[in-house]
């Protein structure tokens, strides 16, 4: 684990490998352990970062809200201070919306982007309405919102098969302090509509979904990608791609990074 000084802010990072750059970023209440499973490998051909976003993990809070694009910039901070000028983005369902924020601000440095159990669009005024409510429902009771939201993010056939898992996913999730998770709500109930990028980007684009996905629809999100060159890739499962469907998604992640 590194340290880096981000405005005042600690940022905590991982950087294993040689060759292409390719930056793993995790999702609303998981920390840069989600990708244990895949550095190994990965690594092996691949320079390797993953990183804490702000509020979680290692990584400490920088406000009351964390847009995308202060994501982004805090991202743009550890690769400038790596000295890297180009690099893929994976991103995990948060992590995805801080890549699309970041290919946006920073279209230089992209070779290419993987959304993971994520999407190019805002939210619906529905999903905003959620959000609100999540935040007055992590004020009530952390620990229990942690718990519920945790158990909702995998298909319903495999909640009993991965309890262990589950279980993991948890404990690290509730290290996530209660500012961190107010200030990602908040954050993503704000951010911008990407959707123009998954048309326009001059690198490629991979998309994976969960077809039992309760966090993002399967139908709602395919439709983003039609006219375009973003290769879909679906999974019979939830939202925890990297967990349900580990090795199939390995195997899609390295095919995409032989491709870049």
Not at 19 to 38: S, Y
Not at 82 to 94: D, Q
């Amino acid at each position: 684990m590194k340290l880096l000084t981000y405005k005042n802010t600690k940022i905590s990072y991982t950087d294993e490998g040689k060759g292409m750059a390719v930056v793993l970023l995790h999702g609303f209440l998981e920390n840069k352990t989600m990708w244990r499973a895949f550095i190994p490998e990965l690594s092996t051909k691949y320079r390797i970062i993953t990183i804490d976003l702000l509020g979680h993990g290692g990584t400490e809070c920088l406000g009351y809200v964390h847009s995308m694009e202060d994501q982004a910039d805090m991202a743009h901070a550890v690769l400038h201070a790596l000295k890297i000028r180009k690099a893929v983005l994976v991103g995990h369902s948060l992590g995805g919306y801080v890549a699309l924020a970041f290919a946006e601000l920073f279209p230089d440095y992209m070779k290419g982007l993987f959304l993971l159990n994520s999407t190019a669009r805002a939210d619906s005024d529905e999903r905003k309405t959620n959000r609100d409510r999540a935040v007055k429902a992590v004020k009530q009771n952390h620990t229990n919102f942690v718990r519920m939201s945790i158990a909702n993010l995998f298909s319903e056939d495999n909640r009993e098969l991965l309890a262990k898992e589950i279980e993991e996913v948890k404990l690290q999730a509730l290290k996530t302090p209660l500012q961190g998770i107010v200030a990602s709500l908040e954050g993503m109930k704000i951010r911008k509509d990407r959707e123009v990028l998954l048309h326009f980007a001059l690198y490629p684009i991979q998309l994976v979904l969960g077809k039992k996905d309760g966090v993002l629809p399967y139908h709602e999100n395919i439709d983003q990608i039609e006219g375009t060159k973003v290769e879909l890739t679906s999974f019979p499962d939830g939202h925890m791609s990297h967990i349900e469907n580990k090795m199939e998604l390995k195997k899609v992640m390295i095919d995409f990074l032989k491709k870049v």
